[in-house]
């Protein structure tokens, strides 16, 4: 098994900046892709991010070219950096984690963290 722990999220203002980090633990040598879904009051849950052990990447186009994901494999974590934060970025992030990227792609992760809440206000 796999244990996500992600940190990092809070209040910020429309055009502000957050840091969100999601460390592995556990089986992690099966780990392949992680990334980061969220989900909106009264929404579905949706992808944001996600990045593989070699660093391909697949990003939400509501977030491209403000989001940013990484990753450090030495330290088994990954990252979200969200630059120019909108309102409707507020939700639950979660990170998620599969051996597969495809899996986590569409929407079946093997392992999810508790998720942190992130609030952009207006």
């Known amino acids: 098994q796999v244990q996500l722990v992600e940190s990092g999220g809070g209040l910020v203002q429309a055009g502000g900046s957050l840091r969100l980090s999601c460390a592995a633990s556990?089986?992690?040598?099966?780990?392949?892709?992680m990334g980061w879904y969220r989900q909106a009051p009264g929404k579905q849950r949706e992808l944001v991010a996600v990045i593989s052990s070699g660093g391909t990447t697949n990003y939400a186009d509501s977030v491209k070219g403000r989001f940013t994901i990484s990753r450090d494999n030495a330290k088994d974590t990954v990252y979200l950096q969200m630059n120019s934060l909108k309102p409707e970025d507020t939700a639950v992030y979660y990170c998620?984690?599969?051996?597969?990227?495809?899996?986590?792609?569409?929407?079946?992760?093997?392992?999810w963290g508790q998720g942190t809440q992130v609030t952009v206000s207006s």
């Open positions: 556990g089986s992690i040598f099966s780990i392949n892709a």
């Open positions: 998620v984690a599969d051996r597969l990227f495809r899996s986590v792609v569409a929407g079946f992760p093997e392992s």
